[in-house]
Nanobody, 125 residues
């Protein structure tokens, strides 16, 4: 069964950067996609970004485009969410998740099956 563990959260000032990690195990990477989501008190859970592990296709929501990027380390079975230009509205509990995915050229931001427990990001001065 797929397992995911997030790390890298913390307190950062507005304009700062953080790199979140999603360490995975229990599934064959090539046939899956990794999504990042965040939970905030005001908005509930929202999608942030995803990456297809088959072809590195990525999707970012408009609010993080140009500020967040995704990277992967195959040897460590880990996907990273690099966050720059952080804003107070980026504050939240960040989760990574995975689902089986075989389509090329894109990745989904809905209907994920396996989830980590989250890592807290606080953007405040």
């Amino acid at each position: 069964q797929a397992q995911l563990v997030e790390s890298g959260g913390g307190l950062v000032q507005p304009g700062g950067s953080l790199r979140l990690a999603c360490a995975t195990s229990g599934f064959t990477w090539y046939y899956y996609t990794i999504g990042w989501f965040r939970q905030t008190p005001g908005k509930g859970r929202e999608a942030v970004a995803c990456i297809s592990l088959a072809d590195d296709a990525t999707v970012f929501v408009d609010s993080v485009k140009g500020r967040f990027t995704l990277a992967r380390d195959n040897a460590k079975s880990t996907v990273y969410l690099q966050m720059t230009g952080l804003k107070p509205e980026d504050t939240g509990l960040y989760y990574c998740a995975t689902q089986y995915w075989r389509r090329a050229g894109t990745c989904p931001l809905v209907e994920y099956d396996y989830w980590g427990k989250g890592t807290l990001v606080t953007v405040s001065s």
